[in-house]
């Protein structure tokens, strides 16, 4: 089953300019043999790429690099026409905050020792932002469909898609102006997918945020991207093919 079609259009054409630019990035976890070799990526403000490719291929890591997570051993990532100038704590908060990052298992991403209120705010306390961080919970919390009797839980006293939601809601919490997912729907159910697509969409459609949204599921990539780019080769011979979104055959709505 793939979600209705609540997808924000991205900017015709291509125009516009940057949110995102990967410029040949070699990256991995051992110089001597980089999963990524010399691979370039970049999104519009506003776009939604698609990153497709088999198992192995070094979509995880390109998207650590996307998002800050990972120092690449060669090239240059730039956010908003701004070359990065760090990773990790050591990048500048402006930078930090203008990524929010969605991953694969929610059990993984959180910590166990949050309530789900104290995941989605954890943000908002880390950059001082205290004053908002009530308001902006509830407001994020009912946009991701989680009830006030779920939100003084922790991890383990909830669902995969539960967690997964307040996940993509503290990802939201400082209004990033770009969006990386990281096979964020893998774990989950249809509607769960469906539901989360469309909060990431909403939020798209009111800020223009750019989205890079990683995985493996192609229909659903190509039905919620602008286009898709397939990522071959790893670390030898990395290169990328672009394809614009598939035509609808019928309306989802």
Request: glycine letters at 12%; proline letters at 8%.
């Given at each position: 089953m793939t979600p209705p079609r609540t997808r924000h259009t991205g900017p015709a054409g291509g125009a516009g300019p940057h949110a995102l630019e990967l410029r040949d990035i070699t990256a991995g976890y051992d110089r001597r043999t980089p999963v990524l070799r010399g691979v370039s990526l970049s999104l519009r403000e506003g776009e939604a790429v698609g990153l497709l490719g088999p198992s192995g291929c070094g979509k995880s890591t390109l998207a650590k690099v996307?998002?800050?997570?990972?120092?690449?051993?060669?090239?240059?990532?730039?956010?908003?026409?701004?070359?990065?100038?760090?990773?990790?704590?050591?990048?500048?908060?402006?930078?930090?905050?203008?990524?929010?990052?969605?991953?694969?298992?929610?059990?993984?991403?959180?910590d166990p020792r949050l309530t789900l209120s104290a995941l989605i705010a954890e943000p908002l306390f880390a950059?001082?932002?205290?004053?908002?961080?009530?308001?902006r919970t509830r407001e994020l919390a009912r946009a991701v469909g989680l009830g006030?009797?779920?939100?003084?839980?922790?991890?383990h006293e909830v669902s995969d898609g539960q967690l997964q939601r307040a996940c993509v809601a503290r990802a939201l919490a400082l209004r990033p102006r770009v969006l990386v997912c990281d096979e964020m729907t893998a774990m989950l159910d249809a509607s769960t997918t469906a539901a989360l697509v469309a909060v990431v969409e909403d939020y798209r459609a009111r800020s223009g945020a750019a989205l890079?949204?990683?995985?493996?599921?192609?229909t659903l990539l190509e039905r919620w991207c602008d286009r898709?780019?397939?990522?071959?080769?790893?670390?030898?011979?990395?290169?990328?093919?672009?394809?614009?979104?598939?035509?609808a055959g019928t309306s989802a709505g």
């Open positions: 996307a998002a800050l997570l990972h120092r690449p051993d060669a090239g240059t990532v730039h956010l908003g026409g701004e070359p990065a100038r760090g990773f990790r704590h050591r990048a500048p908060r402006a930078q930090r905050t203008a990524v929010g990052v969605v991953f694969q298992s929610p059990r993984l991403a959180a950059t001082g932002r205290k004053a908002e961080a009530a308001d006030p009797d779920l939100l003084g839980r922790r991890p890079l949204a990683v995985g493996h599921d192609r898709t780019v397939e990522l071959h080769g790893g670390g030898t011979d990395s290169a990328l093919r672009s394809a614009p979104r598939a035509a």
